[in-house]
């Protein structure tokens, strides 16, 4: 595999993410934001992080598919959270643990940013990913 995680001493420990990715491959995936749209381009779940969380990370699963590449080869994510609080977090994390199994998901290096807007109204998440493959 050509990605490590870690969570080095002296960092806070998380199961949610990594701290750290080295990366060995030397072909990167870079998958676009992807938000809770349907097969047919519709916004699913409207009103419910929990639920746009969800088919967003499906999304970015077929997009690392279709590149070779799973969550195990994933290095970086960003989320962008329209209106984001802290108290919203045990919603995050109920769409995560949704899909966790369904995508395989693996807890790489992220960085959660709150934004007042994303590019449509009803999109409460949008999620970038990096990968690296051999």
Do not use: C
């Not at 009103?47 to 969550?71: E, H, K, P, Y």
């Amino acid at each position: 595999m050509p990605v490590v995680l870690l969570n080095p001493d002296g960092l806070p420990k998380t199961e949610v993410y990594r701290q750290v990715a080295i990366a060995t491959g030397t072909r990167q995936v870079h998958v676009a934001g992807q938000v809770a749209y349907d097969v047919n381009g519709q916004l699913v779940a409207h009103g419910d992080l929990a639920g746009q969380v969800a088919q967003a990370w499906r999304n970015v699963a077929i997009a690392l598919s279709a590149a070779g590449a799973t969550f195990k080869d994933v290095v970086r994510l960003t989320f962008y959270v329209v209106d984001w609080k802290r108290e919203m977090f045990p919603e995050f994390l109920a769409g995560l643990e949704r899909v966790a199994e369904e995508v395989q998901l693996v807890p790489a290096p992220a960085s959660l940013i709150g934004v007042s807007m994303l590019f449509e109204p009803g999109v409460l998440v949008e999620v970038e990913a990096t990968a690296v493959v051999d």
